[in-house]
């Protein structure tokens, strides 16, 4: 069983809320389209933060349009689907009702109630690496087909900056035409606004505005996995644990306005780690995404626990998934292990019983890491699945 594949259905089983809601209905995603150079705009934000108090289920992602926050493909999709600013994609779906997929911000109160519900015939989920030296992102998307189903279908990821400012700096300057209103929560903000922060920016499309097609074929099978790779340069004023990846499954059909997003998931990037060696990859594990470490990995961060020289390469351990017993092969007898779950929690420690086999019966179903230092004091960390 493949990494992604274990992924997934620990994803499914331990902790992952929105692939459990998702087979019953459809999650949304909301595209706000917006400008530093539209007044209206800050309002915008302000009424989705309001009207979305208690939908959790919901994620919105701003796209800036013809501005210095725009990039090419968020361009592309606002001029297909924008109608004035700000206005918003509700899973790029064409409402009846209305001109273009977007929805103007007076219509918004009465569309975050509709519902965009339905079994959901896909579900996708992203696992991530970090390359400190280059800064280069690889994202592994795993996408799973629930039916049989035809048509054309596209694989893209968004890369989001969860919150984006620079006071003082004109060129991100917003508009703010609500400045001097009482009563308004912007009334004393100032126009323009020149400490505004941006948030749930989209700043890359990396599989172009519509997405990777040929990834999944165009009559699925039930149960089969597609699985395809995206790489991302993180640029140098980025913060990498600053940014949000959100894979996508899309339709495509020529009718630009009958591209509607069928399903999407999200990945909160954590990479925290102290000094590290050069050539240093950090695997990614929030949410219980995981990513895979191939035998040359020497420095792993999983939920912000530190380790430093840890050469998995040395340590086997078998069966996994595991049921009752973790066998272990190390150069000399174990000294001591701890185990955490998905979360960074650390759930037990203890000697190896006759210095190479570990009790794992008593654990729940999941995904956990072991850390295991053997009496030499050379210590290694892997990972294993609980059945």
Known sequence: MSILKQLLLVALCVASSSFASAQNSAPILIEEFTATWCGWCPNGSYMLDTLLVDKPEVLVLTIHAEDPLSFPEGQEVADAFMNGTPSAAFNRQKLDGFFNVSVPWHEWAEVVEYDFGGIVPFEVISQTTFNETDRTLTIEVLTESK????????????????????PGNITYYQSNFFDGQEDHPLGDAGWPITDYVYKNLVRAMLGGAWGLGNIIPETTVAGAEYTTTFTYTVPESYDVNNLLLVPVVSDYNEDVKDRSIITFSKEELDFTTGPTPEDTTVINTT???VTNMTDTTSVTVISGIES???PINQLAFYPNPVKNTLFLQTPTPIKQYIIWDATGKKIIDGSATNGQTIQVHTLKQGLYFIEVIDQTNITWRNRFIKN
Do not use: A, C, I
């Not at 039916?147 to 400012?165: A, I, Y």
């Open 308 to 310: 430093t020289e840890l």
């Open 287 to 289: 949410d219980t995404t």
């Open 147 to 166: 039916g049989v189903l035809n048509g054309d279908f596209r694989v893209n990821v968004m890369v989001v900056q969860k919150t984006f400012s620079d």
